[in-house]
């Protein structure tokens, strides 16, 4: 049974950073490319970072580069996605998601599974 256990979330001001986990158990993790994924209420499933099976390969959304970072360790069965000066507009429950292939996709129909979610909050 494959499981995806996301932690690290919270209640955060603006400008201050938070470090989100994922997990990964009941797969050959570093068989998977792993993703972020955010959802803020009202609005769609975005796509926020994602990073190659090996980790050699990283890429981010226009809205979060320079700020959030996305790495693995295959030897933990571990993503991470460090966030660095939040905003307000970061506010959304962040899901991790693996697919069974070298590379990441953008968008989220190509992911195998998924993570219950971590809700962030960033004040102003």
């Known amino acids: 049974q494959v499981q995806l256990v996301e932690s690290g979330g919270g209640l955060v001001q603006a400008g201050g950073s938070l470090r989100l986990s994922c997990v990964a158990s009941?797969?050959?993790?570093?068989?998977?490319?792993m993703g972020w994924f955010r959802q803020a209420p009202g609005k769609e499933r975005e796509f926020v970072a994602g990073?190659?099976?090996?980790?050699?390969?990283?890429f981010s959304a226009d809205s979060v580069k320079g700020r959030f970072t996305i790495s693995r360790d295959n030897a933990k069965n571990t993503v991470y996605m460090q966030m660095n000066s939040l905003k307000p507009e970061d506010t959304a429950v962040y899901y991790c998601?693996?697919?069974?292939?070298?590379?990441?996709?953008?968008?989220?129909?190509?992911?195998?599974?998924w993570g219950q979610g971590a809700q962030v909050t960033v004040s102003s």
């Open positions: 990073i190659r099976w090996s980790g050699g390969s990283t």
């Open positions: 998601a693996a697919r069974r292939s070298s590379n990441y996709y953008t968008q989220d129909y190509p992911y195998d599974y």
């Open positions: 009941g797969l050959t993790f570093s068989s998977y490319a």
